[in-house]
């Protein structure tokens, strides 16, 4: 993961028991209560098994502002690419999916999260 605006990542771990990573970042500057930064990451995934076939990003009550995008090489684009809304990072299946359509291999969205949340993308091979 690399940080493109708004701080250094700090430290990289697997959150034990789970399939969850995280990667925790230092601020480029102390935030005081209420305020708010521009926090820009991008995350190159390499596994040495197949993953599920998700993004998801689980989103805290304090996120004003939130966007993701998804890029897929060329040999290997999805059939089928639907963005969703867990209930939690546990959950299986998602509580709400919509398709969306790839534009030159990547889709993206940008909302307001509605408070705590997890959302992103499944896809189908």
Do not use: K, N
Not at 36 to 55: K, S
Not at 79 to 96: K, N, Y
Not at 111 to 117: A, E, I, S, W, Y
């Amino acid at each position: 993961m690399s940080v493109l605006q708004g701080g250094d990542p700090v430290r990289a771990f697997r959150v034990l028991g789970t399939p969850i990573h995280v990667v925790e970042v230092l601020l480029s500057r102390p935030l005081l209560p209420g305020q708010t930064t521009h926090l820009e990451y991008q995350t190159v995934f390499a596994y040495p098994e197949p993953p599920a076939p998700e993004f998801r990003r689980g989103v805290s009550a304090s996120v004003r502002h939130l966007a993701i995008t998804v890029h897929f090489d060329p040999a290997a684009r999805p059939r089928e690419l639907l963005r969703g809304r867990w209930a939690s990072v546990e959950s299986e299946t998602a509580e709400e999916a919509e398709p969306v359509e790839l534009v030159d291999g990547q889709a993206s969205f940008e909302l307001v999260p509605p408070g705590r949340c997890v959302l992103g993308y499944r896809w189908e091979w």
